[in-house]
């Protein structure tokens, strides 16, 4: 019996004696050295301490590397969980675009025509994934949460007087200038509707608040449905997403 146990203490004496155990290597790197492969039949805990468990995650987590001497750390894929909208990658981070696209629930007439105005009745909201846009019946404005590059897409029907160059694009309220706009001449007859489209991508400011706004020298209606033989649906949508 003591010599059993004298066996079973020398057995031990590697694994109290040295700080770093190696399995199938003579020389570990590290606390335990694995140099083959490694299953686990139930959870995998990180963090904690020599006296606290470590944390399992949730369900969909992915683990993250904190760097070297930190213990990773369970995440969501995005970041952004509850978001919706379509997810980019910035600076290596996943993250939820920020996205706006609003359409028209009524025609909005323009007969200021003096200044360049806020398109209103533009307040259907389809998407508006960080609650940064306001639409009312008589004007819009929104904010980015973020610095960077946003695409833009604009289709506006008009009706408004032949030989008129109507502008529609987006203002900078801050600023008090146009960032993105198309303009041309009416060439349809008056009373009839002629479309107006933008597709561009600008940078834009966290720090200021912008508008979907139309100019024309004569009185201008913004439609919000289209008409024909052919029906009738949304024509004019305003939208807006986060590149980068």
Known sequence: MKQNLLLIGLS??????????GINTPTPQKTLH???????????????????????????QVLKSNGPGL???????????????????????FVVA???NVQMTGDFLNNSLSTVNPIGNLNNEIIDNENLYTGTGTANSFKVSTDGTYAITMNTQLITT????????????????WVARVNDIFTAPTGSPQTY????????LAANTH????????NTTVRAFSSGGTGSG??????????K
């Open 71 to 93: 213990a990773p750390t369970w995440q969501t894929l995005t970041g952004v969980p509850n978001a919706t909208g379509t997810v980019i990658a910035v600076n290596g981070q």
């Open 162 to 177: 032949l030989g008129t160059s109507p502008v529609v694009g987006i203002w900078d309220n801050t600023n008090n200038r």
């Open 234 to 243: 949304p024509i004019t949508q305003m939208s807006l997403k986060r590149l």
């Open 12 to 21: 031990m004496f590697p694994l109290l004696a040295y700080s770093q155990v």
């Open 211 to 218: 508008s979907f706004r139309v100019f024309n020298t004569e």
């Open 98 to 100: 920020q996205e706006i």
């Open 197 to 204: 489209t933008l597709i561009t991508s600008i940078p834009m």
């Open 34 to 60: 694995v140099n083959g492969s490694l299953q686990l039949t139930n959870e995998l805990n990180v963090g904690g301490d020599a006296s606290t468990t470590g944390n399992a995650g949730t369900v969909g």
